[in-house]
């Protein structure tokens, strides 16, 4: 009898315990960030598809499901870094495949050679490009995320990748190049 | 509140953490009056001087300025004008080197005095306190004036705050070694800088008003108080010697106690911090209408002979006060642009004073040695005793040299005020603050491009919806459309036959066209296209005409029928011949009978024609006896039913046809595949004429017409053109197989002759021809770029062939690639065609019906 009462009470204890936590669990439920977001939050959406999906999100849902880490070419070896890190990996070298020259550039459009096809409107992934129909195209620069996929549906060949240019603003202090200058 | 005021009454001070004593060096120049140099060749004006936006241009080169004139205008808050500050005429306006440790060129303006120095009229204010707030604001924000003490944040936004202010702050520090620009000017223009002080003491209404100085400038203190006895509200600060006493949050603390929070303004506390260069500035712009266009600079250091303070005009280059204070040639050049502790080395001596710039530091090379060699940090924990703003100088420094950017924001880099004093302690030569610039620009930046990226994203994004959202209400159009097609059709009018066929063409046109929009139909041809709408006709011709199944209410029909009734009358004069009857043959007059018929004549045509196509049957049972069953020529009939002068009329010009087509198509590999696509489809076929066909015509070859020629070139440039931009992607070479092989696979009898049939119109008709293949080039090249992209194409392809070998009567596929074909071409041929197919197809379906029950009855 001692022995079902025992049982008895430690069960009942041990329900209510059970409903308490599956209770808090759901009312404290920490919502996290899938995998797949965190990493596309690495990614530096340049939207080019150089990764062999058509965007970064979808590199992202890649990468989380197993896919190399490796193949984002315009993040380079800092993306690989931060996503060997996020993930607990270690970081591979870059995808050899994949063009390794990621120095920033945009797109820009030799106004008067367009014809206004709006071929590369099609193309540009964010947006960037305004024009219509047998009009001049040409591209805000600063929405265009350099991605290259306007470059090649021109059919006159007029859309340039141009390096971005020096500014005071981008401008990054050179170690190498400030001299020490304290005085004792 | 009082406790503060009583402090400083009694001369007790806070103290601010760390700070060092480096050698101040301010005998060099202190002692000497500032100097007025002379006027320099040209004055560079960059139009940007301080942070913020550059304000907007309003001269262009060869304008002639007034001194005091602006050269720019703003156009935003953030932007502060600039002046002319001698007279003279603008030169240029170009890209010029400035004042920044990187030494990149931005755009300036370029100024020659005149040497007469000819003012701008000027509103002289007697009396600046009646004026009101917004009406002082605006006057400095009109005279370009911007801090004077190194950042060069605007002004008239740092005085235009709303919040309420306790302590006016008058920063009159000049704590870093060397620089004595403030210290001479209290003391030459304490007046107008205490004006200056009264003037935004109207704009801010402090409750004190505190002039911070340290106990090194006893001229200038008293110069001061000389000037503040009879205005309580002033309290001079005489606080002692620290470096660096002089940075806004420093001074803060020193006078009031307050620690200003990490990434917090000064003004939520209460506390307004300026200059007293910009109190100077003030007072000029308010009382004297002088915009700032000249600011005192040391010109300081021992490889000068004559180092002084100056007045130089905004825009004169370095080198021209270097020239003034006797710089000797041959010293090796490093020349510092404000102080040695702050300030950044100058690439080039052509850089112009901007308001920003106090010092410029000349110093000989036992001033200031060649950087001992960087080694590794011991830990000594020096750097972190000194730091003004209480960081941990070589944890930060470790991260900064880690990249470590999370870290170095964790340990607060951005309250470094770069002042340079562990770098100074540090006895492992640690250039500490110039790992923590780069640190500070690279996290900068990454910001910036982790703004770009998000606003990239929700673009990408965006597209994307909305590409989705076009396609859906395409797809919600197009299945209306349907809807109201149907109801029409089934509303049971007379002309539902009609309505009917049209709206199957139509569909069927409808279907191709999105074909073609994925690049599916993209390999078809334009012969091949309008050969098969042709065939489909021709089909369509023979058939009745075979059969003579009436439809009775067509011009184009009744033509047929004559045609069809010489066609046969040639048949019976062959037939009459061979007198021969096969049971067969009877069995298709019966069932040929049992058809209402409009037309006596048509009835005898009718009679002849069976007679024809059993004699035929038996000629060509002769002829191929292994080959074809009765009930194929009961399908088919018209291919026998002509007479064999007929039947090589056909296929001389099925042959030239092709023979055009293949030289099409010589100059594209994916076309010759196509082609041969198209002969394995014919070879497949039973009858063997449709093979001769194909291996007689390169002799005709020779016949094309000058307007092939063009038609050729043109689609030519156009397939060339296609390919260029196809040549990115494999995936064309597949389709193309995979067009070839649908053509292979088209099992159906009646394909080839489609094939080959029709050559002869679209041979006939040069000009037409001309324009469909130019039309189906240009058609082709853009299909083929589409479908570069997609991979899918060729699936969609074999769909497309499958569903045509599904479709007994052969009909609805032709129709499809027959619209295919002439949606491409021009308008009226495009109607014709549509036109055409709609009768051809009505005709058609008929036939398929009547063929149907003859196979039943017999
Ligand atoms: S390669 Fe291009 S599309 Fe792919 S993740 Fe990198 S930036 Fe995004
Ligand atoms: S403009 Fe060209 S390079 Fe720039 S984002 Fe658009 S497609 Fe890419
Ligand atoms: S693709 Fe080239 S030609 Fe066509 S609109 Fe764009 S820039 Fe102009
Ligand atoms: S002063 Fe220099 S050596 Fe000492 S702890 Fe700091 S960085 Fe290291
Ligand atoms: S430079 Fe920065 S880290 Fe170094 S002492 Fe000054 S505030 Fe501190």
């Given at each position: 009898m001692t022995v079902l009462i025992a049982i008895l009470v430690v069960g009942l204890i041990s329900l209510a315990f059970g409903a308490l936590l599956g209770f808090a669990s759901v009312k404290f439920k920490v919502?996290?960030?899938?995998?797949?977001?965190?990493?596309?939050?690495?990614?530096?959406?340049?939207?080019?598809?150089?990764?062999?999906?058509?965007?970064?999100?979808?590199?992202?849902?890649?990468?989380?499901?197993?896919?190399?880490?490796?193949?984002?070419?315009?993040?380079?070896?800092?993306?690989?870094?931060?996503?060997a890190d996020l993930m607990g990996v270690e970081p591979i070298a870059m995808d050899e495949a994949h063009e390794t020259d990621n120095t920033p550039k945009v797109a820009f459009i030799i106004e008067e050679d367009c014809i206004g096809c709006t071929k590369c409107i099609q193309a540009c992934p964010v947006d960037a490009i305004i024009g219509t129909t047998k009009q001049m195209h040409t591209i805000i620069a600063d929405e265009c995320t350099g991605c290259d996929l306007c470059v090649a549906p021109c059919p006159v060949d007029c859309i340039e990748m141009r390096p971005i240019p020096q500014t005071t603003r981008n401008w990054q202090w050179d170690l190498a190049n400030i001299p020490v200058t304290q005085i004792d | 509140m009082e406790t503060v005021i009583e402090r400083i009454e009694q001369g007790r001070f806070w103290q601010f953490h760390g700070g060092i004593h480096p050698p101040e060096m301010k005998f060099l120049t202190t002692n000497k009056p500032i100097r007025t140099v002379s006027l320099p060749q040209r004055l560079v004006l960059p139009i940007q001087q301080h942070i913020g936006e550059a304000g907007e241009l309003i001269v262009k080169p060869g304008d002639y300025v007034l001194k005091g004139q602006p050269l720019t205008k703003t156009t935003v808050p953030l932007a502060v004008p600039i002046h002319a500050p001698t007279s003279g005429t603008i030169a240029s306006i170009e890209?010029?080197?400035?004042?920044?440790?990187?030494?990149?060129?931005?755009?300036?303006?370029?100024?020659?005095?005149?040497?007469?120095?000819?003012?701008?009229?000027?509103?002289?204010?007697?009396?600046?306190?009646?004026?009101?707030?917004n009406t002082l604001v605006e006057k400095i924000a009109n005279a370009g004036i911007a801090g004077m003490g190194g950042a060069g944040f605007p002004t008239h936004i740092k005085v235009n705050t709303k919040a309420k202010i306790d302590f006016l702050i008058i920063n009159a520090a000049e704590c870093e070694p060397y620089i004595t620009a403030d210290d001479l000017l209290m003391r030459e223009h304490a007046a107008s800088v205490i004006e200056g002080i009264k003037i935004l003491d109207k704009i801010l209404e402090p409750a004190f008003i505190l002039i911070g100085i340290e106990d090194n400038k006893p001229e200038a203190i008293d110069a001061l108080n000389h000037e503040i006895k009879q205005f309580d509200k002033i309290k001079l600060c005489v606080v002692p010697t620290k470096y660096p006493t002089g940075g806004e949050k420093q001074l803060i603390k020193i006078l009031t106690g307050k620690e200003v929070p990490s990434g917090v303004l000064p003004s939520s506390l209460g506390i307004v911090m300026q200059n007293v260069g910009t109190c100077h500035a003030i007072a000029e712009a308010v009382i004297s209408d002088t915009p700032l266009i000249k600011r005192v600079v040391t010109v300081t250091g021992q490889a000068l002979e004559k180092p002084q303070n100056v007045w130089a005009l905004l825009g004169t280059p370095i080198e021209h006060l270097l020239q003034e204070c006797q710089y000797p040639q041959q010293q090796k050049?490093?020349?510092?642009?404000?102080?040695?502790?702050?300030?950044?080395?100058?690439?080039?001596?052509?850089?112009?004073v901007v308001k920003t710039t106090n010092c410029i530091l000349a110093p000989s090379e036992k001033e200031i040695p060649d950087a001992n060699q960087e080694i590794e940090c011991i830990r000594c924990g020096q750097c972190a005793e000194v730091c003004p703003a209480q960081l941990l100088p070589q944890e930060l420094q470790w991260h900064a040299k880690a990249k470590d950017s999370e870290q170095l924001t964790k340990l607060n880099l951005f309250d470094c005020i770069e002042c340079g004093a562990c770098a100074y302690v540090c006895p492992s030569h640690i250039p500490l603050v110039h790992y923590y610039r780069v640190s500070k620009a690279e996290i900068r930046q990454q910001k910036l491009l982790d703004i770009k990226a998000e606003k990239a994203k929700q673009r990408f994004e965006a597209r994307k919806a909305r590409l989705e959202r076009d396609k859906k209400a395409r797809e919600e159009k197009h299945k209306k459309a349907a809807e109201a097609r149907r109801a029409r059709m089934n509303s049971g009018t007379e002309e539902a036959n009609k309505e009917k066929s049209a709206v199957a063409a139509a569909l069927a046109r409808v279907q191709a066209k999105k074909a073609q929009q994925s690049g599916v139909q993209a390999n078809t041809t334009n012969d091949d296209k309008k050969s098969q709408v042709a065939d489909a006709i021709a089909r369509a011709k023979a058939k009745k005409a075979g059969q003579s199944a009436p439809n009775g209410d067509a011009g184009d029909d009744k033509k047929q029928q004559v045609a069809a009734a010489i066609a046969r009358?040639?048949?019976?004069?062959?037939?009459?011949?061979?007198?021969?009857?096969?049971?067969?043959?009877?069995?298709?007059?019966?069932?040929?009978?049992?058809?209402?018929?409009?037309?006596?004549?048509?009835?005898?045509?009718?009679?002849?024609?069976?007679?024809?196509?059993?004699?035929?049957?038996?000629?060509?049972?002769?002829?191929?006896?292994?080959?074809?069953?009765?009930?194929?020529?009961?399908?088919?009939?018209?291919?026998?039913?002509?007479?064999?002068?007929?039947?090589?009329?056909?296929?001389?010009?099925?042959?030239?046809?092709?023979?055009?087509?293949?030289?099409?198509?010589?100059?594209?590999?994916?076309?010759?595949?196509?082609?041969?696509?198209?002969?394995?489809?014919?070879?497949?076929?039973?009858?063997?004429?449709?093979?001769?066909?194909?291996?007689?015509?390169?002799?005709?070859?020779?016949?094309?017409?000058?307007?092939?020629?063009?038609?050729?070139?043109?689609?030519?440039?156009?397939?060339?053109?296609?390919?260029?931009?196809?040549?990115?992607?494999?995936?064309?070479?597949?389709?193309t197989e995979g067009e070839a092989e649908a053509s292979t696979k088209d099992k159906a009898e009646v394909t080839a002759e489609a094939v080959v049939e029709p050559m002869q119109?679209?041979?006939?008709?040069?000009?037409?021809?001309?324009?469909?293949?130019?039309?189906?080039?240009?058609?082709?090249?853009?299909?083929?770029?589409?479908?570069?992209?997609?991979?899918?194409?060729?699936?969609?392809?074999?769909?497309?062939?499958?569903?045509?070998?599904?479709?007994?009567?052969?009909?609805?596929?032709?129709?499809?690639?027959?619209?295919?074909?002439?949606?491409?071409?021009?308008?009226?041929?495009?109607?014709?065609?549509?036109?055409?197919?709609?009768?051809?197809?009505?005709?058609?379906?008929?036939?398929?019906?009547?063929?149907?029950?003859?196979?039943?009855?017999?």
């Open positions: 919502e996290g960030d899938p995998l797949a977001e965190q990493i596309d939050a690495i990614l530096p959406q340049t939207q080019c598809g150089q990764c062999g999906y058509p965007g970064c999100k979808p590199y992202a849902d890649a990468v989380a499901n197993g896919e190399a880490i490796n193949k984002c070419a315009p993040g380079g070896d800092d993306t690989i870094k931060k996503i | 890209n010029h080197i400035i004042a920044h440790p990187s030494g990149l060129n931005e755009m300036s303006v370029i100024l020659m005095p005149d040497g007469e120095d000819r003012w701008r009229e000027r509103h002289i204010v007697e009396n600046y306190s009646q004026l009101d707030k050049r490093h020349i510092i642009m404000g102080g040695p502790m702050m300030g950044f080395s100058l690439p080039n001596t052509q850089v112009p009358a040639k048949a019976k004069k062959l037939a009459a011949k061979e007198q021969a009857n096969d049971d067969s043959a009877e069995e298709n007059i019966n069932a040929v009978e049992t058809k209402p018929t409009s037309a006596q004549d048509d009835k005898k045509a009718r009679v002849a024609a069976a007679v024809a196509r059993a004699k035929a049957k038996k000629l060509a049972a002769q002829e191929q006896p292994s080959d074809v069953g009765t009930d194929d020529t009961g399908k088919s009939p018209e291919t026998i039913s002509s007479t064999a002068e007929d039947a090589k009329k056909a296929r001389i010009a099925a042959a030239v046809a092709k023979a055009k087509a293949k030289k099409l198509a010589a100059n594209t590999e994916s076309d010759d595949q196509r082609t041969e696509g198209e002969a394995e489809a014919s070879t497949k076929d039973k009858d063997d004429v449709m093979a001769e066909a194909i291996v007689e015509p390169p002799q005709e070859t020779s016949t094309s017409t000058q307007d092939d020629k063009k038609a050729r070139i043109a689609a030519a440039v156009a397939k060339a053109k296609a390919k260029k931009l196809a040549a990115n992607t494999g995936s064309d070479d597949q389709r119109e679209t041979s006939t008709s040069a000009q037409d021809d001309k324009k469909a293949r130019i039309a189906a080039a240009v058609a082709k090249a853009k299909a083929k770029k589409q479908a570069a992209n997609a991979d899918t194409d060729v699936k969609q392809v074999e769909g497309e062939a499958k569903a045509s070998t599904k479709d007994k009567t052969n009909v609805t596929a032709e129709a499809d690639v027959e619209a295919a074909g002439e949606t491409s071409t021009s308008a009226q041929d495009d109607k014709k065609a549509r036109i055409a197919a709609a009768v051809a197809k009505a005709k058609a379906k008929k036939l398929a019906e009547k063929a149907q029950k003859d196979n039943q009855t017999s």
